[in-house]
C-alpha cells in the first residue's frame, strides 16, 4: 500500500513539475502604450503567452525580430538599424523542450523601444522533473508586468 501511495505522490509531482521563476524587474511599462512585437510562433508557452497579453489589454504585432536594416556599402559602412514597428516594447523568447512536449526551462526578456533598455527579464526553469508549464509561464509574466507598470 506505502508502495502505491509513494507512486502517486511522486506522479503527481512529475506531472505538477517542480518549475522555478526568476524574474529581474529592471523598468517600468508605460500603461498608456502598451504595444508589443511578439514572436509570430516558435515556442510552445507562445500562445499562452498571447492569451495573457490580450487578456491584459496589449495591443500585439507579430514579427520575427522586430528590426529592420539598411545601409550603404562604400568605403565608410553605415548602416542603421531600427524598430519597423511602431509598437513601444518587444519580446524575446527562447525555450528548451523535451519531445516537443516538455518545457526544460523558458527565457523572456521585454525591451523598450523608446529607450532601447531591457525593462523585465523572466527565467524559468523546470529543475529536471515534470515541465515548466505554458500557463504558469503566463501567469508569472502577466503578475511581473502588472508590478511593473506605471500609470
Known amino acids: 500500500m506505502y508502495k502505491n501511495i509513494t507512486c502517486i505522490i511522486t506522479i503527481i509531482m512529475i506531472l505538477n513539475g517542480c518549475a522555478s521563476y526568476d524574474v529581474l524587474k529592471l523598468g517600468n511599462i508605460d500603461n498608456n502604450d502598451k504595444s508589443i512585437i511578439v514572436p509570430s510562433s516558435g515556442v510552445l508557452s ?21 528590426v529592420s536594416s539598411v ?28 519531445m516537443e512536449q516538455f518545457v526544460l526551462t523558458i527565457s523572456i526578456s521585454i525591451i523598450d523601444n523608446k529607450t532601447q533598455t531591457e525593462v523585465l527579464s523572466l527565467f524559468g526553469n523546470s529543475m529536471g522533473a515534470g515541465g515548466v508549464f505554458p500557463s504558469s509561464t503566463a501567469k508569472e509574466l502577466e503578475k511581473a508586468l502588472q508590478d511593473i507598470e506605471r500609470i
Open 46 to 66: 507562445m500562445m499562452e503567452i498571447k492569451r495573457m497579453l490580450i487578456k491584459n489589454g496589449w495591443k500585439m504585432k507579430a514579427s520575427y525580430d522586430g
Open 71 to 98: 545601409g550603404t556599402i562604400k568605403q565608410d559602412i553605415n548602416i542603421k538599424t531600427t524598430n519597423y514597428s511602431k509598437a513601444r516594447y518587444r519580446m524575446f523568447i527562447t525555450e528548451t523542450n523535451r
